[in-house]
């Protein structure tokens, strides 16, 4: 009590002084205190930037109750399968943060699905589907990079021949010229809209809209059918357990190769 009282009676100049070098000290505190905090975000940003270069962007064609097509399989299990098997491969190798469009069983519409990677800024995206035909005959593996004249469209042609290629190696019976497509829906007077799915050699431009998962990508982005879920040997191969994991091991390798590709300043 005495301190305080002797303190209450201190000079007013003597009063002033000591509150502003308390202020000045609080100050110079709430600063380092910031510092610190930019050091640790930047340095965070550093590692991760450094340590897990790419991000992809990876998303599981349909779910929920969409189950897309219905075969031998259900084209959204192999979806799912894939994707969660390639997600663990990315995760596994240590370079790739992985983004996933949605969570498994859940359903949200492709819109959401994109818009998500619009934000998420991705080094590259995957959409992984399965084709169907009207009977059991169609069988294959195709791909649609983004088509001529829209965004990547060149880097996104050069990264499906990587994953084309890779499906080739591990056994896929390649569609049209080489396993390459470019798709557009096409409006007819109903206000409807028809598929239009072309083979690589057409590199016309069309103004036509592409698949909603590929559209305004900031980065290269291909839609993979990975075989027929109506045909049974499409569905041995990879539709099944086994054949899914096959799959992603196929897209995997294509995804690295085509970034060391870009690393070693080959093609683009
Ligand atoms: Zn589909």
Redesign the pocket.
């Known amino acids: 009590m005495k301190g305080k009282n002797w303190r209450e009676y201190q000079p007013p100049r003597k009063q002033k002084k000591r509150r502003r070098r308390r202020k000045v000290r609080l100050q110079a505190k709430l600063i380092l205190l910031l510092f610190l905090f930019v050091l640790g975000y930047v340095g965070f940003q550093l590692y991760f930037h450094y340590s897990k270069p790419y991000i992809i962007g990876l998303d599981a064609?349909?779910g929920g109750v969409d189950t897309?097509?219905v075969g031998v399989i259900r084209?959204v299990d192999l979806t799912e399968k894939t994707t969660a098997k390639l997600a663990e491969l990315l995760k596994a190798d240590g370079r790739f943060r992985v983004v996933l469009s949605r969570n498994e069983g859940d359903g949200k519409s492709i819109t959401d699905r994109n818009k998500l990677f619009q934000r998420a800024k991705p080094s590259l995206v995957l959409s992984i589907?399965?084709n169907s035909g009207e009977d059991a005959s169609a069988f294959g593996f195709e791909c649609y990079p983004s088509p001529p004249g829209k965004t990547n469209y060149e880097e996104s042609l050069v990264f499906a021949q990587y994953i084309a290629k890779e499906m080739e190696g591990a056994g896929a019976r390649l569609r049209g010229t080489d396993g390459i497509r470019f798709g557009y829906y096409v409006p007819d007077e109903e206000g409807n809209s028809d598929k239009l799915l072309l083979d690589s050699t057409d590199t016309k431009i069309y103004d036509y809209d592409t698949f909603g998962m590929l559209k305004n990508m900031t980065c290269p982005a291909v839609l993979v059918e990975q075989c027929f879920v109506t045909n049974q040997q499409d569905v041995n191969d990879f539709g099944s357990d086994e054949g899914c994991t096959k799959a992603a091991e196929a897209y995997y390798h294509g995804i690295c190769k085509y970034l060391e590709s870009l690393e070693h300043g080959g093609e683009k």
Do not use: Q
Request: charged share 15%.
């Open positions: 064609g349909h897309g097509a084209e589907h399965a």
